[in-house]
């Protein structure tokens, strides 16, 4: 596979467009307080003319939000774009998606989100093999940890590539190092592209992902899911982030939790013997560590070190 393009990094006083390309917007403060937030860091913001209007769970009609996403895409006044918030309603934009829009160089520009925004990842990396930030949105920067706007900061503006190394990360499997594609992110959203044309193959990949909100059978069951289909024998390495049942569950509750989840992962991975992490800093908390989706990825366990290139 060719390298991944790198769209145009930022500088100050460059904006920043925002898109819903999912749910609606239910708390008008959390995007005031985002917008304060990136202005402060020196970058223009440009919304909507009208917020979004909502329709049922979603922020627009599929078609309308599809335009958003492209006008923001097309305009030369932005220089990367970022989602409001996550919910549900990237699946349903994809059949309103232009190929030909996407390829053109010279609009290419940095997309950052996590969540649902994990489908439109997955789909610039396989559209035009673009490299895009798996992060905080405008609706969570609010409640993201200093170092979760720090690294989105240094992201931005030119240090994608600045190593990740974190005392609470679990090495649950691994000795040598191992490289390959960083993609991942939400395993619902995943899930939910399996056997579509976005469907990833996951060879030589190092894979991370992270829920919320989802009780443990059903975790079960889309990991199971991912292991019947083949899925889990493709990566060189796997990385689980956080899967809370709830912004506010009880710590040792928590700390059960993903101790089954793990162990689940560990019995369905047994026949590759790949290296897996536990506890790595991202998902829907305050801890969401922007991450190079696209990049080459190297896994240290020896040093509980993610690297990339």
């Known amino acids: 596979m060719p390298t991944p393009f790198i769209p145009p990094l930022l500088k100050t006083g460059d904006c920043i467009g925002i898109i819903a390309p999912g749910g609606q917007l239910h708390d008008l403060s959390t ?3 985002g917008v304060a937030i990136l202005k402060e860091m020196g970058f223009e913001v440009k919304l909507p003319r009208q917020l979004w209007p909502g329709t049922g769970y979603l922020a627009d009609s599929d078609a309308n939000r599809a335009l958003e996403f492209h006008r923001m895409w097309c305009d030369p006044e932005i220089s990367a774009i970022m989602a409001l918030r996550g919910g549900f309603g990237c699946l ?17 520009k ?3 989100g996590f969540s649902d925004i994990s489908i439109l990842h997955q789909a610039l990396f396989q559209i035009n093999n673009m490299i895009s930030l798996h992060g905080p949105m405008l609706t969570t920067l609010s409640t993201s940890s200093r ?15 600045v190593p990740v190394q974190d005392k609470k990360i679990e090495i649950l499997r691994g000795e040598d190092p191992v490289s390959g594609t ?9 899930v939910s592209l399996l056997a579509t044309p976005l469907d990833l193959d996951w060879s030589n990949s190092i894979l991370f992902l992270e829920d ?3 009780p443990l059978y059903r975790l079960d069951r889309m990991l199971t899911q991912l292991a019947h289909c083949g899925k889990l024998g493709q990566p060189s390495g796997i990385i689980l982030g956080d899967f809370s049942l709830s912004l506010d569950q009880d710590r040792l509750e928590s700390i059960r939790f993903h101790e089954e989840i793990w162990t ?9 013997q790949i290296p897996l992490w536990g506890n790595f800093p991202i998902g829907h908390g305050a801890d969401n560590l922007p991450l190079p989706h696209g990049a080459t990825a190297v896994m240290d366990s020896q040093h509980a070190l993610l690297s990339f290139s």
């Open 31 to 33: 995007l005031e307080q």
């Open 92 to 108: 349903r934009m994809l059949p309103f998606l232009d190929r030909d829009e996407l390829l053109r160089q010279k609009d290419k």
């Open 110 to 112: 940095l997309l950052i």
């Open 147 to 161: 170092e979760s706007i720090e690294r989105l900061y240094a992201s931005l503006t030119g240090k994608w590539n």
């Open 182 to 190: 960083l993609i991942g992110g939400n395993l619902s959203s995943l």
């Open 212 to 214: 919320i909100g989802e």
């Open 264 to 272: 689940r992962m560990l019995e369905l991975t047994e026949s590759t």
